[in-house]
């Protein structure tokens, strides 16, 4: 990426690729997976990007992994699993 941060597809996002060529039908997010220790950088990118995102670190987690969401115009969702 510009900014030098792995990601890799991964949840519905890697299933709709492989199964279906594109998206889940029913789904409505991205789903994507990173190093924990790049959230900052994950961060600093969209602080300074012309795109709105915002990253929300979610209180919970999913198999033991954080899990955070980066919200495009309040309209479309990227979930991180760290």
Known sequence: TEASIPYWMTGGTLIGALRHGGFVPHDDDVD???YHED???IRAAFDNSPFPAVLVHSSGDWEG???G???FWDAMFFD???
Do not use: M
């Open 39 to 41: 959230a900052g950088k």
């Open 69 to 71: 969401r980066l919200v």
């Open 32 to 34: 994507i997976e990173c």
């Open 65 to 67: 992994k954080p899990v």
């Open 80 to 82: 991180i699993f760290f």
